[in-house]
Nanobody, 115 residues
Framework: QVQLVESGGGLVQPGGSLRLSCAAS????????MGWYRQAPGKQRELVAN???????NYADSVKGRFTISRDNAKNTVSLQMNNLKPEDTAVYFC?????????WGQGTQVTVSS
């Protein structure tokens, strides 16, 4: 069993920054990818960014140049640095891990961008 624990959400003004972190514990050997999805009210859950086993990264077009995903293998954590936040970034952000053939989700953390 794998547990994903997120931290770092909150309220920030437009143009501000937040950093999300996700710590994975349990049987995480052979992790294929780890990353972040988000879901805004009334919208489908969408990929924000992920990092693959070999280190390659993927970003949603809407966050390229503003968000950076990174991984600390020693601590089994993945972080998402979010800069120049916009109101449309408001959503619940979910940590995601794909390990062997199973997908795991964190409980979600709220990010609100508002003045």
């Amino acid at each position: 069993q794998v547990q994903l624990v997120e931290s770092g959400g909150g309220l920030v003004q437009p143009g501000g920054s937040l950093r999300l972190s996700c710590a994975a514990s349990g049987s995480i050997f052979s992790m294929n990818s780890m990353g972040w999805y988000r879901q805004a009210p009334g919208k489908q859950r969408e990929l924000v960014a992920n990092i693959l086993r070999g280190g390659d990264t993927n970003y949603a077009d809407s966050v390229k140049g503003r968000f950076t995903i990174s991984r600390d293998n020693a601590k089994n954590t993945v972080s998402l640095q979010m800069n120049n936040l916009k109101p449309e970034d408001t959503a619940v952000y979910f940590c995601h891990a794909y390990i062997m053939t199973t997908v795991y989700w964190g409980q979600g953390t709220q990010v609100t961008v508002s003045s």
